[in-house]
Nanobody
């Protein structure tokens, strides 16, 4: 079955950096665009970044543009999210997602606090 295993979250001070990873399985990873979403406490799940399958074009939410970078390694079935200049409002559970599938992983918690 389709699975996503996210990792790399943690507690970081404002201005710090984290790199999230997501290993996917159960489908042909290289055929699908991949994305990162996040959900803050008492908030709705929102799209953070997308990377396409072939050209690896990327797109970002305005709130993270210039600070976050999404990338992928098709040989490792892995998508990454490099997060720099983190802000308290980036605090959320982060999920990876394959465009076209309904499955979700457990997510990884990111907390930005001094």
């Amino acid at each position: 079955q389709v699975q996503f295993v996210e990792s790399g979250g943690g507690l970081v001070q404002p201005g710090g950096s984290l790199r999230l990873s997501c290993v996917a399985s159960g489908f042909t990873f290289s055929d699908y665009a991949m994305s990162w979403y996040r959900q803050a406490p008492e908030g709705e799940r929102e799209l953070v970044a997308v990377i396409t399958s072939v050209s690896e074009s990327t797109n970002y939410a305005d709130s993270v543009q210039g600070r976050f970078t999404i990338s992928r390694d098709n040989a490792r079935n892995t998508v990454y999210l490099q997060m720099n200049s983190l802000k308290p409002e980036d605090t959320a559970v982060y999920y990876c997602h394959a465009i076209g599938w309904n499955d979700w992983g457990q997510g990884t918690q990111v907390t930005v606090s001094s």
